[in-house]
T-cell receptor, first 109, second 118 residues
Framework: GEDVEQSLFLSVREGDSSVINCTYTDSSSTYLYWYKQEPGAGLQLLTYIFSNMDMKQDQRLTVLLNKKDKHLSLRIADTQTGDSAIYFCAESYGQNFVFGPGTRLSVLP | GAVVSQHPSRVICKSGTSVKIECRSLDFQATTMFWYRQFPKKSLMLMATSNEGSKATYEQGVEKDKFLINHASLTLSTLTVTSAHPEDSSFYIC??????????????FGPGTRLTVL
């Protein structure tokens, strides 16, 4: 079946860049998403990328998509303590929407 | 951006009682709403998909008689946990989708409801 994988943990120092990686299996994905979940809260849509794009930049966030390798990444520049959260990537195709397990980002002072 | 609310945010109930959780899309019409369950430090598990005016589609292993879903309007879906037991304690999150295809396919999530069954 469809599968989305992420590394479960990432630690970075405040001010450094964070790169969160995601791989997916379904080549018919139309959109790929990054969501952020802070403790005890729901998911907040951060950004999305259409499957025919390679890159999308939005302020401190850069999304890179390698469709050939089915690899998606989220880069957060100048990571702040407020960026500490769980980041979920997700793919959508038709009516289906599949989430990865989430990467817990810890930002160290 | 699109806003989805959930009510209540936290509920504690006794074993055997039923609990209703509401999910509302505040500034858009949601043709489809989803209900997820999230276990501690785990990803989201899709429980069911509901389209306005029709019966919900439940994922394999989810008891439809225990988790009753009603999607009576384009802005409201409810999840009722019937005869709740301690193992039903979890974080329940709803999401709403405006349409099909394109960014409208994006799911917007509610803030979640923490259910604790004593």
């Amino acid at each position: 079946g469809e599968d989305v994988e992420q590394s479960l943990f990432l630690s970075v120092r405040e001010g450094d860049s964070s790169v969160i990686n995601c791989t997916y299996t379904d080549s018919s994905s139309t959109y790929l998403y990054w969501y952020k979940q802070e403790p005890g809260a729901g998911l907040q849509l951060l950004t999305y990328i259409f499957s025919n794009m390679d890159m999308k930049q939005d302020q401190r966030l850069t999304v890179l998509l390698n469709k050939k390798d089915k690899h998606l990444s989220l880069r957060i520049a100048d990571t702040q303590t407020g960026d500490s959260a769980i980041y979920f990537c997700a793919e959508s195709y038709g009516q289906n929407f599949v989430f990865g397990p989430g990467t817990r980002l810890s930002v160290l002072p | 951006g699109a806003v989805v609310s959930q009510h209540p945010s936290r509920v504690i109930c006794k074993s055997g009682t039923s609990v209703k959780i509401e999910c509302r899309s505040l500034d858009f019409q949601a043709t489809t709403m989803f209900w997820y369950r999230q276990f501690p430090k785990k990803s989201l598990m899709l429980m069911a998909t509901s389209n306005e005016g029709s019966k919900a589609t439940y994922e394999q292993g989810v008891e439809k008689d225990k988790f009753l879903i009603n999607h009576a309007s384009l802005t409201l879906s409810t999840l009722t946990v019937t005869s709740a037991h301690p193992e039903d304690s979890s974080f329940y999150i709803c999401s709403a989708r405006a349409g099909a295809g394109g960014p409208a396919d994006t799911q917007y999530f509610g803030p979640g409801t923490r259910l604790t069954v004593l």
